[in-house]
C-alpha cells in the first residue's frame, strides 16, 4: 500500500511538472514560480496549477462553448460584410491600400501598426473626443445621450453597483427600451453580482432591456472543473447609436465605491468618444455579447464614419481570446518609441519583465518617465509586489509619485504630448494574461495634453518617493516585497 501511495505521489507530480515544461507559451519567470511551488507544496501546487495556472476558456465544455470565444478579428472578419465598412474598421489587405497610416507621424508607425496586428483593426481617421471632467461629468453626459439615443444602446462594465449611479443608468435603459431604443446590457458574473442578484436587474428586462451575463458563476464547482474562476470580463463600454462611445477606467459605480468605500474616492478617466472608432468598440461589445449570450445582432455602423476631420486612433480588445503578451509587447513598444516624455498612471502596478526592462531602458536613454501609483492600494498583495520593483526604477531615474487622495483608479499612458493609451487594462500581470480588456490609442495633441493635465494634477496630490526612503525600509519590509513579487506571476 505504502508503495502504491507512492507511486501516485510520483505519477501526480511527475504529470503536473511535465505539463510546466511543455508549455512553450509560459514565460521562464512564471514556470520557475510554479516549478518551485510543486517542490516545496506538492499537493497544494498541484490543486494551485489546475485551478489557476492556464487561462482556459471552457477546456472541457461543448464545441458550441468553445465557438463562441473567437478573437475579436475574426468575429470582425465574419460579420462585416459591406466591403466599404470592412476598409474603414479593419487592418488593410494586401489587396486594398490604406492611408490611414500616412496620417500617423513616423515615430508613432511602429506602436500604430502593432496595435493594429493584435485585433485586425486598422488605424481610422476622423475621430473626436471630450475628457470628462471627473465622474459626475462622465454619469451625467452618458445618461444625457442616453435621453436622445434613437436606435441602440450597449453597455458592458466589470462592476455595476446599486448606489446612485448604478441605478440612474439602469432607469435611463429602462426609459429607452420603453420607448422602442434596442438597449443590450452586459456584465462580469462576479464583479457585478450584487447587481444580478438586485431587483434592477428583472425590473430592466421586464421594460425590454436584454442581458446578458460574462463569464458567470453560478455553478462554480462547473467552472473550477472545465475553465478559471478567476478569468473575468474588465471591460467598459458604452456605444449609443453606434455614434457615440465612453472608454475609460470607470465602472457603473459611485466614486464611493460602497463595496470598498474605505479606499475612497476611486479617481477615474473616461473619454467621450465619436468617429469609425466608435464602431471598431462596437464590434468588441458584439463579440463579448456572442460569447455571454449566443446572440448577434446587426451591427449599426455609420456609412463614411472616416470622412470627416479628426485624429487618427483605433480600439484595441485584449484577453484570453486574443494574441497572449499583447499587452505587454504594446505597453513596451509605446515605451521604446517615447524620445522626451513617458506618464503613466495606473492602480495595479506588477509588470512583466518586457515592460520593466523597457521603462528602465527608456529612463537611462533621457526619457523623463513619471509613474503615478495610489500610495493606498485595495489589494494588499498587489500594492506590495508593486514596491519590489522601486529601487531598480528609482536607480534608473524614473520618478515615482503615491496618490494620497483616494485610489487612483485611472489607467493612463501619454507620449511625448502626441500621443495616448486609455481604457480598462491595468499595468499588472492579471490585465496582461488573464482579463479581457478595451483600450484606445489614438494620436492628437489636444487629448494628449488634456490628458496630461489630469495626470498632472494627479501629481500635485502625490508623495514623491525617493531612493533614500527605499534604501530605509527596514529588511523584513524588502523581503516581504520581494517576496511576493516572487510570487506574482501566480497573482
Known amino acids: 500500500m505504502t508503495w502504491l501511495l507512492l507511486l501516485l505521489h510520483l505519477l501526480l507530480i511527475a504529470a503536473f511538472t511535465l505539463r510546466i515544461l511543455l508549455r512553450d507559451d509560459l514565460r521562464p519567470d512564471v514556470r520557475m514560480a510554479w516549478l518551485t511551488v510543486m ?10 496549477y489546475y485551478l489557476f495556472g492556464e487561462a482556459a476558456l471552457g477546456r472541457l465544455g461543448s464545441d458550441s462553448q468553445r465557438k463562441r470565444y473567437s478573437s475579436v478579428g475574426a468575429f470582425a472578419s465574419q460579420h462585416l460584410v459591406a466591403p466599404e465598412i470592412t476598409a474603414q474598421l479593419l487592418a488593410p489587405t494586401s489587396a486594398r491600400k490604406c492611408n490611414a497610416t500616412e496620417t500617423i507621424s513616423a515615430q508613432w508607425q511602429a506602436a500604430f501598426r502593432y496595435a493594429s496586428s493584435v ?17 459626475a461629468e462622465a454619469r451625467a453626459q452618458m445618461l444625457a445621450d442616453m435621453d436622445a439615443a434613437r436606435h441602440e444602446i450597449h453597455v458592458l462594465y466589470y462592476i455595476w453597483l446599486t448606489d446612485e449611479t448604478g441605478t440612474s443608468v439602469a432607469q435611463a435603459l429602462m426609459r429607452a427600451a420603453r420607448r422602442g431604443v434596442a438597449c443590450r446590457v452586459m456584465v462580469d458574473g462576479l464583479g457585478s453580482r450584487a447587481l444580478t442578484r438586485s431587483p434592477l436587474w428583472p425590473q430592466m428586462a421586464e421594460a425590454g432591456v436584454e442581458l446578458a451575463v460574462a463569464l458567470p458563476v453560478e455553478h462554480p464547482l462547473k467552472i473550477v472543473l472545465t475553465s478559471r474562476i478567476d478569468l473575468r470580463n474588465h ?10 462611445a465612453y472608454c475609460g477606467s470607470q465602472n457603473c459605480a459611485d ?17 467621450r468618444l465619436q468617429g469609425p472608432v466608435v464602431s471598431q468598440m462596437q464590434l468588441i461589445f458584439a463579440n463579448d455579447w456572442l460569447q455571454a449570450s449566443g446572440k448577434t445582432f446587426a451591427l449599426h455602423v455609420p456609412a463614411a464614419v472616416g ?5 487618427a486612433a483605433l480600439a484595441i480588445a485584449e484577453g484570453p481570446a486574443e494574441r497572449r503578451r499583447s499587452t505587454p509587447q504594446l505597453v513596451s513598444t509605446l515605451i521604446a518609441s517615447a524620445r522626451r ?8 502596478f506588477i509588470p512583466d519583465a518586457t515592460v520593466l ?4 531602458a527608456a529612463a537611462w536613454r533621457g526619457v523623463a518617465i513619471t509613474l503615478v501609483l495610489p500610495a493606498r492600494n485595495d489589494s494588499w498583495i498587489v500594492g506590495a509586489a508593486s514596491r519590489s520593483n522601486y529601487r531598480r526604477l528609482l536607480a534608473a531615474g524614473v520618478r515615482i509619485l503615491e496618490y494620497r487622495p483616494g485610489l487612483l483608479h485611472a489607467k493612463t499612458l501619454c507620449v511625448d504630448g502626441e500621443v495616448t493609451l486609455l481604457g480598462s487594462t491595468n499595468l499588472d500581470l492579471r490585465s496582461f494574461d488573464l482579463n479581457f480588456e478595451n483600450n484606445v490609442l489614438l494620436q492628437d495633441a489636444a487629448i494628449t495634453a488634456a490628458v496630461r493635465q489630469r495626470q498632472q494634477s ?4 502625490s508623495d514623491l518617493i525617493t531612493a533614500a526612503q527605499v534604501r530605509a525600509w527596514p529588511w523584513t519590509t524588502r523581503i516581504w516585497h520581494n517576496l511576493l513579487a516572487t510570487l506574482s506571476p501566480m497573482l
Open 357 to 360: 526592462e523597457a521603462l528602465c
Open 119 to 135: 485585433n485586425g483593426f486598422g488605424i481610422t481617421t476622423g475621430n473626436s473626443a471630450r475628457l470628462m471632467a471627473d465622474g
Open 255 to 271: 466614486e464611493a465605491f460602497a463595496v470598498k468605500a474605505r479606499y475612497a474616492p476611486w479617481v477615474d478617466i473616461m473619454l
Open 235 to 244: 471591460r467598459k463600454i458604452t456605444v449609443i447609436d453606434g455614434a457615440s
Open 458 to 461: 494627479y501629481a500635485q496630490e
Open 341 to 348: 516624455e513617458l506618464v503613466i498612471s495606473t492602480p495595479y
Open 307 to 311: 470622412q470627416a476631420p479628426g485624429f
Open 39 to 48: 517542490v516545496l507544496l506538492p499537493y497544494a501546487g498541484c490543486a494551485l
